[in-house]
């Protein structure tokens, strides 16, 4: 089969290209690329790119062959993927391609993959079930910090549903059951037969032993790690299932990044209402035909697995690919980099999208170097400037002169980011804080900040020992707009044999 891709690029410095490194994960529902950019000192990555296709393989289950339609819509994929990685520079030697359910459990596999190397030169590697949970409770490890807690990792695939549990890095259990979104759909959800779907899950949950290894292992905490996964999470905090709509300043704000079985069973009653196929659509756009089936498994699992909450990952197979080629390529990689370091910017991430993470980031340097924008909007640009300009001196209202012009909800947005750069310049000029060794949580008791420090210093306020009485004043003003403008307060914990207790 003949292809046109570009064989010749421009050759990258080796500083520019040593470091990329990419994962291609070929799912039953769709496939994804994830480019990153490795800091071999400290073991993090940073996402460059990232795309999606949905190829749907598993249409063609029933028949256990791929079919030529979806062939081609695989290769459709990949040929994008190869251009992107090319435009990248990626080198093929750290780019891993990997297949899960619908390629695992094909009759025509080899001919499927003989055609994508011969095409493409992507050589594919098929996941068994216990090796795409693995991958998957590393990729999970580099989201949260809960490296030393047992952990039960679910992740709802297309084709199948892989379960680990593990600790400190190693799996102490791992299987995959072949219950799938896309399977469920085709079989039950398009006869509207959920009550036959539901007893089909629950058969093959007893007939696999699944119950009886989580009950003999246990756990401390569950958490979910797939696409479906997270579109419930954000259909919880939206009140999807109470037919509310939880409009607040901005998508994130306040968000747990969790839910309840409770909740699950909202969604879920939800979205089996016959009526209401039309705002599935609006809400999960291209996951709306497959939600159904989806949210139905979950609530099976978590009714026999005896679940109460499950918290939620961003970071699933394809990070964990990722994560195993830097321990391989690095020496002494830590598992925990990844984790430490996104709980530090978490606060920020849960309060605004990533283009305005972006412009809070260069804040700084554009306040000392007044360098010039691009890619931004006018009204992004003043915002950015206000930011450089109000984040130091007197927090500024709502009514503001500095804000005329602005709605309501900009001037919000303002103030929130405004109120995260104020405390964190504060810290990092007076605290001499270690930034990769800070973690950041949320409870109902408000927001939570441990700060590992790299001299000795004055315990902050409210932890019976005051600072030196400048600083401990223009935090504790600090800490007063924080609380005004998020409605929580923001505590602040020396890393300490008793602040680690606490965590």
């Known amino acids: 089969m003949a292809t046109n891709l570009p064989t010749t690029v421009n050759p990258p410095s080796s500083s520019a290209s040593n470091n990329l490194f990419a994962a291609a994960d070929m799912g039953t529902n769709s496939f994804k690329l994830l480019i990153v950019r490795a800091d071999p000192t400290t073991g993090r990555f940073l996402q460059l ?55 695992r459990d094909a009759s025509n596999q080899s001919q499927f993959l003989h055609t994508i190397r011969q095409t493409l030169g992507f050589h594919v590697d098929v996941l068994s079930g216990e090796e795409e949970a693995r991958l998957t409770y590393i990729g999970v490890l580099q989201f949260l910090p809960v490296f030393n807690q047992k952990v039960l990792t679910i992740d ?37 037969e959920i009550d036959r779907m539901r007893d089909h899950i629950r058969s093959l949950i007893r007939q696999s032993g699944l119950i009886e ?34 409009v607040g300043l901005i998508d994130g704000y306040k968000r747990d990044w969790r839910f309840s079985r409770g909740e699950l069973s909202d969604v879920v009653g939800k979205l089996c209402g016959m009526e209401e196929k039309f705002e599935r659509d609006g809400f999960f756009k ?34 964990g690919v990722v994560a195993e080629q830097l321990a391989g390529v690095f020496d002494d990689y830590d598992l925990n980099a990844n984790a430490r370091w996104r709980s530090v910017v978490r606060l920020a991430t849960r309060f605004n999208n990533n283009k305005k993470m972006k412009s809070a980031a260069l804040c700084a340097g554009i306040a000392k170097n ?73 409870s109902h008791e408000g927001f939570k900040l441990v700060l590992s420090q790299t001299r000795d210093q004055p315990l902050v306020p409210g932890n019976g020992k005051p600072l030196a009485k400048d600083v401990d004043a223009e935090l504790t003003n600090e800490l007063e707009h924080f609380r005004v403008v998020f409605q929580q307060k923001l505590i602040l914990v020396p890393s300490s044999s008793s602040a680690s207790s606490e965590r």
């Open 156 to 192: 709802i695939g297309g084709g199948s549903t892989e379960f680990v549990i593990g600790k400190e890095g190693d799996v102490i259990f791992a299987t995959s059951l072949k219950l799938g979104h896309v399977i469920l759909t085709e079989e039950f959800v398009k006869m509207n």
């Open 370 to 442: 007044g360098d010039q924008l691009h890619g931004y909007d006018s009204e992004e640009v003043k915002i950015i400037a206000l930011l450089a300009r109000h984040h130091r001196k007197k927090f500024p209202k709502l009514d503001h002169h500095s804000l005329q012009g602005f709605t309501k909800e900009v001037k919000q947005k303002f103030r929130i980011l405004c109120a995260i750069i104020r405390v964190s310049v504060l810290l990092q000029e007076y605290m001499s804080i270690n930034i990769q060794d800070m973690e950041f949580s949320h």
């Open 49 to 103: 790119d990232r795309l999606k296709h949905p190829v749907v393989l598993g249409r063609d289950t029933p028949s256990s062959a791929i079919s030529a339609a979806s062939i081609l819509r695989a290769l459709d994929s990949l040929r994008k993927f190869h251009h992107l990685l090319l435009s990248h520079h990626v080198s093929p030697s750290r780019t891993r391609v990997v297949a899960t359910s619908a390629i």
């Open 213 to 246: 290894k989580v009950c003999e292992h246990g756990f401390e905490l569950v958490i979910g790690s797939s696409g479906t996964i997270r579109a419930i999470e954000k259909a919880v905090f939206h009140r999807y299932g109470q037919g509310l709509d939880n």
């Open 286 to 319: 291209r996951r709306s035909e497959f939600i159904v089936a989806g949210a139905v498994l979950l609530e099976e699992i978590f009714g026999m697995l005896g679940i109460e909450e499950m918290e939620v990952s961003g970071y699933s197979l394809g990070e």
